[in-house]
């Protein structure tokens, strides 16, 4: 029988593969780390919670007893070396850590660390794999028809973040008549959107982009939209969303089509 380990982070995603596992009877055990606030539902299971600094020795434990593959989910807060608190298992990784670090990007890191759970003999799993029902797949998901400048809008968004991928700074733009209103940066997806409003034009609606970024380590860092990104699509008058198929989480999936179709936002898989 598998047996997974959960590193687990806020959000409501890590509770939606705890109930996965629970109706497929899969045994895991949840490490949460210190600074990191999971949800109640999390700390009813199987959990413990540590420092950044001791995960090698507790996974090193964890394999003693039939554990061998993980799954990353949730949001982690970027550890500041000061609260890392390396035991003798994990102090060797410090200076690769803290390059990490410094080098900034939470793809560098996130692949840095899988890197690391591979080389020490844990499989490192992809949502897709454990979860496949929360994700859409290509094309148009709603009963919205996308008009030929929302399709231009896509086009073009999309190869600005396949261009600037590699700086791993944000999965997002927001584009509008084949002008850019408005990239992701550090404030997230529901800021940028609240953010452009000031700036759009009493034309054709804007189109949000939200993509995968090229070579992304998509078994840690996948896009996610939840009903409150949509909900802010609505509120701000954005015509729909644009998404990596097969690619992206989409947290209470059946809310959020049901929601977009009545909204009539589009959610457009490429």
Same mark, same amino acid.
């Given at each position: 029988?598998?047996?997974?380990?959960?590193?687990?982070?806020?959000?409501?995603?890590?509770?939606?593969?705890?109930?996965?596992?629970?109706?497929?009877?899969?045994?895991?055990?949840?490490?949460?780390?210190?600074?990191?606030?999971?949800?109640?539902?999390?700390?009813?299971?199987?959990?413990?919670?540590?420092?950044?600094?001791?995960?090698?020795?507790?996974?090193?434990?964890? =394999?003693?007893?039939?554990?061998?593959? /993980? &799954?990353?989910?949730?949001? #982690?807060?970027?550890? %500041?070396? +000061?609260?890392? @608190?390396?035991?003798?298992?994990?102090?060797?990784?410090?200076?690769?850590?803290?390059?990490?670090?410094?080098?900034?990007?939470?793809?560098?890191?996130?692949?840095?660390?899988?890197?690391?759970?591979?080389?020490?003999?844990? =499989?490192?799993?992809?949502?897709?794999? /454990? &979860?496949?029902?929360?994700? #859409?797949?290509?094309? %148009?998901? +709603?009963?919205? @028809?996308?008009?030929?400048?929302?399709?231009?809008?896509?086009?073009?968004?999309?190869?600005?973040?396949?261009?600037?991928?590699?700086?791993?700074?944000?999965?997002?733009?927001?584009?509008?008549?084949?002008?850019?209103?408005?990239?992701?940066?550090?404030?997230?997806?529901?800021?940028?959107?609240?953010?452009?409003?000031?700036?759009?034009?009493?034309?054709? @609606?804007?189109?949000?982009?939200?993509?995968?970024?090229?070579?992304?380590?998509?078994?840690?860092?996948?896009?996610?939209?939840?009903?409150?990104?949509?909900?802010?699509?609505?509120?701000?008058?954005?015509?729909?969303?644009?998404?990596?198929?097969?690619?992206?989480?989409?947290?209470?999936?059946?809310?959020?089509?049901?929601?977009?179709?009545?909204?009539?936002?589009?959610?457009?898989?490429?």
């Amino acid at each position: 029988m598998k047996k997974i380990i959960i590193l687990t982070g806020g959000g409501s995603l890590p509770e939606e593969v705890v109930k996965k596992l629970k109706r497929e009877n899969i045994s895991f055990f949840c490490l949460v780390f210190e600074k990191n606030p999971v949800s109640r539902f999390i700390l009813k299971n199987k959990h413990k919670v540590i420092n950044f600094g001791k995960i090698i020795s507790e996974l090193n434990f964890l =394999k003693t007893q039939g554990f061998n593959r /993980i &799954i990353m989910v949730g949001n #982690l807060n970027r550890p %500041n070396i +000061t609260d890392i @608190k390396p035991d003798i298992n994990s102090i060797k990784l410090i200076p690769l850590f803290t390059e990490i670090l410094f080098k900034g990007g939470d793809n560098n890191l996130l692949t840095f660390c899988t890197n690391q759970l591979n080389k020490i003999g844990f =499989k490192v799993l992809n949502l897709k794999v /454990i &979860i496949p029902e929360i994700f #859409l797949d290509l094309g %148009n998901q +709603t009963k919205v @028809k996308l008009s030929k400048t929302n399709l231009n809008d896509i086009i073009k968004g999309k190869l600005i973040l396949d261009h600037i991928s590699k700086f791993d700074i944000g999965q997002s733009i927001i584009v509008q008549q084949g002008d850019v209103i408005g990239i992701e940066a550090a404030q997230g997806t529901d800021n940028l959107i609240k953010e452009s409003n000031t700036y759009l034009k009493k034309i054709n @609606k804007p189109v949000l982009i939200k993509l995968a970024k090229v070579k992304q380590n998509l078994k840690a860092d996948l896009p996610t939209i939840g009903l409150k990104t949509v909900k802010n699509c609505n509120k701000y008058k954005i015509s729909g969303i644009a998404y990596s198929a097969n690619k992206t989480l989409f947290l209470q999936k059946k809310k959020i089509l049901e929601y977009c179709n009545s909204k009539k936002i589009f959610l457009y898989g490429i």
